[in-house]
């Protein structure tokens, strides 16, 4: 009985697994990662670069660059590469596995 029972709870770990990969599958379009980091200047100021992440596509984009970033400046071009309305060109993608 002992096989029988460990056999349905690897199925069942199997099929929550899927059910995981699913969802995560499913609302990958929503996911976007954002982040800064700095570019030194030639007269040694800092730049902030603005990184997106889309997951669904694992494509980096960049819309922006500021020396003084702020929330709304940070929303209003996340607002745009996320609506579509100034799309720069992917500066990198991971090759799918």
Do not use: K
């Amino acid at each position: 009985m002992g096989d029988l029972e460990e056999g349905r709870h690897r199925s069942r770990a199997a099929a929550d697994r899927a059910s995981l990969v699913a969802v995560l599958r499913s609302q990958a379009e929503a996911i976007l990662a954002c982040d800064f980091f700095t570019a030194d200047q030639f007269d040694g100021t800092q730049a902030y670069v603005l990184s997106l992440l889309e997951h669904a596509s694992r494509c980096i984009r960049i819309p922006g660059v500021t020396l003084h970033p702020t929330e709304e400046w940070t929303a209003q071009h996340t607002y745009e590469i996320h609506h579509n309305q100034h799309r720069p060109h992917c500066s990198w993608t991971q090759p799918r596995r």
